[in-house]
Each structure stands twice: as C-alpha cells, then as structure tokens.
T-cell receptor
C-alpha cells in the first residue's frame, strides 16, 4: 500500500453506537491530521498530531476522541454521535516542517 | 477574518482554458495551495506557490499570485473531461500546521 489509506470507506451508525475510523500513512511522515468535510462548508481541521503528540484540538466535541499510537497510524473514536456529525472524514499526513499534506480517500459517515 | 473565498461553480468546454480564482485575507500567508477532489476521493495536491513568487507553471497548470490584492488563480490549459472535479485553494500562515481552505470550486468540463 502506498500513500494514505483510510478504513472503513463508508460507515452508517446509530446515535448510541461506538465505532472507530482508522488511518494509515506509508509516506514516512511525522504529522497526521483529521479533517471534517461537510456539504457546503469549508474543510474543518479537527485534530493535529505532530511526532505522535496532539498539538491542536479545534474545539471538537468530546464525542470525537483521537488516538495516535505511532507515527503511521491515527484513529478517530466515535461515540454517541449526532445526525449533524454525518460528513466525510479525511485523514492527512505531512512532514512537520512542510505544509504539503497528503490526504486519504476519506470515510463517509452517516449517523442515523 | 479567516475566510478564503472561491466562486462555487465553473463550466468550460473541453479544450478551452479554465481559470479558477481565489481570494484570501491574511497577508502573512507563506504558502498557497491548490488541491483537487474527484468524486468519492480525498484531496490531491496539484501545486503550490510560495508567497514571494508571482507565477508558477507546471505542465498544463499555471498559478498566478497577486499578493497586493491577495488573489490567487489556477489556470488549466486544454481542459479535459478528466479535469472535472472540485478545486480547493488553501493558505498556510507562517509555520502553522493549519491550512485555511476555501469552499471549493466545482469545475464541469463539457464535451
């Protein structure tokens, strides 16, 4: 595998479910990001991990919980989501010193 | 404000040139980027320009930067149907991790 991969590609969940999104990068990068892409809104940066430490958390509700066990993997744990959380969740990676980001294909999340 | 603004939609005929425009607000932006998103896919970096440059050309793509007016454009020469996608411009300020994205311009290429 090359680049940035995300699983699952599609996820439908109820408001009481707990699920996790997974991201893996094969580029040797040391920073990873979660973005939310909703219809008709600009991309929203949710979380940033640099050298496996969280360096930014943009006022994201606690029902979203990120985890970065190593520089190649990033998770987004989801629990008790709301229908308005339905969106495309994109993972990206980069070198810390570079702003050039490589994005995964995204997970299309639908909350019923 | 933080806004990066783009027009929502552009339609061109195959073989013509496309010009996608973007305005940004922060004069301290160091890099400006163009990303492409095809249906069902993530964002793909097309090109970027450093703020001390006026122009960058890469095959069919030409980026123009007017720093005084805070205006960025992406010209696609000889536009093909495979260029149909949403194009996002983004700015990076100083050494921030954060990229500020526009809402995207949907380009439709008509045969």
């Amino acid at each position: 595998e090359t680049g940035v991969t995300q699983t699952p590609r599609h996820l439908v969940m109820g408001m009481t479910n707990k699920k996790s999104l997974k991201c893996e990068q094969h580029l040797g990068h040391n920073a990873m990001y979660w973005y939310k892409q909703s219809a008709k809104k600009p991309l929203e940066l949710m979380f940033v991990y640099s050298l496996e430490e969280r360096v930014e958390n943009n006022s994201v509700p606690s029902r979203f919980s990120p985890e970065c066990p190593n520089s190649s993997h990033l998770f987004l744990h989801l629990h008790t989501l709301q229908p308005e959380d339905s969106a495309l969740y994109l993972c990206a990676s980069s070198q810390v010193a570079s702003g050039i980001k490589f994005f995964g294909p995204g997970t299309r999340l639908t909350v019923l | 404000g933080e806004d990066v603004e783009q027009s929502l939609f552009l339609s061109v005929r195959e073989g013509d040139s496309s010009v996608i425009n973007c305005t940004y607000t922060d004069s301290s932006s160091t890099y400006l980027y163009w990303y492409k998103q095809e249906p069902g896919a993530g964002l793909q970096l097309l090109t970027y320009i450093f703020s001390n440059m006026d122009m960058k050309q890469d095959q069919r793509l030409t980026v123009l930067l007017n720093k005084k007016d805070k205006h960025l454009s992406l010209r696609i020469a000889d536009t093909q149907t495979g260029d149909s996608a949403i194009y996002f411009c983004a700015e990076r300020r100083d050494s921030s991790y954060k990229l500020i994205f526009g809402s995207g311009t949907r380009l439709l290429v008509r045969p």
